[in-house]
């Protein structure tokens, strides 16, 4: 395993969510503290994780976000630490995190479209995006990836356009299947599934090409010759990459998530707070790991799961 994701709580929500009921936001007691997470990451980190990924929800409405990242990548043993955002207050924010040690960035992003911007995550900000994703590029992540979740109907029309970022921007634009998970109301006929995205992208660009896939990659990247920039598929509900996925989930009341489709959690938060040993730990947390099934259980029977809602599992 080489990836550790935690979740960070927020009353963010993606338009993949039911906007009428939400999410049930959890009390300040139940989240993990500042303190629970270096401890949890500590551990994690000195058995060879390497790589931590703070997601959301939206990490960056944490106050002292610039403190936890750079506690954080100061771990001995940590290669890389990552974030994903909604991008709204990144550019204002970057500065003080790239400092503190934050070295990849993924911005989710679903439209191109100002209003339909504002449709979909209901509030005004889609310019502020486009300026931390500037932002990012003139600081040197590259490539700065773009997470754009498709569904039929809502955004599909834009792929392309989405391509077209990557000529003169060294982005990678991850185009995603769409999910199902708690309160979403997932529906097969809003799945566009990679295939149809790549043919679509082919009739444009003839030329787009494959890319080598390194053993954990979750996208199949292929790139436009010529292009600075390169996109990718990440294809959950079609092809899935079950077999080479070394992904760990901390959710932010402290549940450890082997799938990010299985129902099965483990509380590390209540055994660091029973005053568990780390051996003891650690056995939690192997044993769970061990359970893990060999791959998901196909898009139509995850439906028929009870999981938590994305943003509270996290990506």
């Known amino acids: 395993m080489t990836e550790l994701v935690h979740v960070q709580a927020s009353s963010e929500l993606r338009y993949f969510n039911n906007k009428d009921e939400g999410v049930q936001l959890s009390q300040y007691n ?7 997470i270096i401890q949890l990451a500590k551990l994690f980190v000195s058995e060879g994780i390497n790589k931590i990924r703070l997601t959301g929800g939206e990490p960056l409405i944490r106050k002292d976000i610039v403190e936890l990242c750079a506690e954080l990548s100061s771990l001995d043993g ?4 990552a974030l994903t955002t909604n991008a709204i207050t990144l550019k ?3 500065p ?3 400092e503190a040690g934050l070295k990849s960035i993924n911005i989710s992003l679903d439209t191109l479209e100002p209003k339909k911007f504002e449709f979909l995550t209901r509030r005004k900000g889609w310019h502020k ?9 003139d600081l040197g992540y590259h490539p700065l990836k773009i997470n754009c979740v498709v569904m039929r109907g809502l955004n599909d029309d834009e792929v392309c356009d989405f391509v077209a970022l990557t000529k003169e921007k060294p982005l990678d634009v991850r185009f995603l299947e769409y999910m199902p998970f708690d309160g979403n109301k997932w529906n097969f006929k809003k799945l566009v599934s990679y295939t149809e995205m790549l043919d679509r992208i082919s009739q444009r660009w003839s030329d787009v090409t494959k890319l080598s896939d390194h053993q954990n990659d979750t996208s199949k990247a292929y790139k436009v010759p010529g292009f600075a920039g390169q996109i990718g598929f990440i294809t959950s509900m079609s092809e899935h990459f ?3 996925c070394n992904r760990l989930r901390i959710t932010a009341d402290g549940n450890l998530k082997v799938c990010l489709f299985g129902n099965a959690e483990v509380s590390l938060r209540d055994a660091l707070r029973a005053k568990t ?5 650690l056995e939690i947390i192997g044993a769970a ?3 893990k099934k060999k791959q998901h259980a196909g898009m139509f029977n995850i439906v028929k799961q009870k999981n938590r809602p994305m943003i509270l599992i996290g990506g």
């Open 30 to 36: 139940e989240l993990l503290t500042t303190e629970e």
């Open 242 to 244: 079950c077999g080479g």
């Open 78 to 81: 940590l290669e890389t630490l």
């Open 277 to 281: 040993s780390d051996e003891e730990m």
């Open 129 to 137: 995006v486009m300026e931390s994703i500037d932002c990012a590029l």
């Open 92 to 94: 204002r924010k970057l």
């Open 289 to 291: 790991v061990k359970r």
């Open 96 to 98: 003080q995190l790239q």
